[in-house]
Every structure is written in C-alpha cells, then in structure tokens.
C-alpha cells in the first residue's frame, strides 16, 4: 500500500471554499486521485477515525470539530505516497509549516488546519478503508 495515502479536507475548508484549491496543489505535485466523496461524518464514525487519539486531552474537541460539516476525504497515489503528502501539507501548526505547504497556504489555526494526511502505510490502508469499499476505488472499474 505503500503509494496510496488518505488526504481529508476538512469541515473548515470545505465551508472555506477551498476544495478546488486543495485539490489543484495536490495534483501540481504529482498525486493521482483514485477516490474521492463528500461526507457528514457523525460522532461514531469521526470517534472511531480518531480513536487512536481517545483519552488526549483535545479528542472530544477533534471529533466536535469533525462532524461540525461536510469534509472530503480522498484516496491519492503516488510513489512515497504518505511521506511526500506528509512534506506537501506541512506541519499541524500553520506557524510552524514550510512556505508553500498546503497548511501554510490555507490553515487559520492548529486546530483548523484544512487537511489530515495518514502518517504511516499501515494507517492508511486502515483510514481508506474507513471511507471507502473497494467497489468505491476507481481500480476495479478499469
């Protein structure tokens, strides 16, 4: 699985607008998109997406942030795929992001930071399977 990631554009972009924004920086460097959907993510499924962080102190506020509006997750493919998209959104903290990071570009805040990118192959085999059936890849209807 090593060339596929989960890319997330969160609640606060998508009310920002800034999908196509998003999207346009991540094909400019060099991501395939395989899936990709709109989705209202409720308390079940944002807690079970974020259980590795239950019991930290800022859980109960990612989840609320989560299913505050519609986010749009997407399953990209590249070679490197989860380290190459981890350097392309930059750091959690705008502050502390590379200049022409996505989170640089877009980000307001730490906790409104527009966009989650899996930070390992193993999680995200496990994060697109969250969000996506393999009927859902666009492989198996080439």
């Keep these: 699985m090593g060339n596929r990631t989960l890319a997330i554009i969160k609640p606060d972009a998508v009310k920002r607008n800034l999908i196509g924004q998003i999207i346009k920086e991540i094909t400019a460097a060099g ?23 239950k019991g ?7 989840v609320e942030f989560m299913t505050s509006g519609p986010c ?10 989860v380290l190459d998209f981890r350097k392309l ?3 959690t903290d705008p502050a502390d992001a590379d ?9 307001l805040s730490k906790s409104e930071n527009v966009i989650h990118g899996s930070d ?3 999680n995200a085999a496990l994060e697109i399977a969250h969000f996506f059936s ?3 890849l666009l492989e198996n209807y080439q």
Excluded: C, Q, W
Excluded at 31 to 53: P, Q, T
Excluded at 72 to 81: S, Y
Excluded at 99 to 107: D, M, N, S
């Design 134 to 136: 393999r009927k859902e």
């Design 89 to 91: 959104i930059g750091a």
């Design 99 to 107: 200049e022409g990071t996505i989170r640089k570009l877009f980000a």
């Design 120 to 122: 390992s192959d193993d």
């Design 72 to 81: 749009v997750p997407i399953v990209l493919e590249k070679d490197n795929a």
């Design 56 to 62: 930290r102190p800022f859980y109960n506020n990612l």
């Design 31 to 53: 991501f395939k998109i395989k899936a990709m959907k709109m989705v209202r993510l409720n308390k079940d499924s944002a807690g079970g997406f974020y259980e590795v962080h």
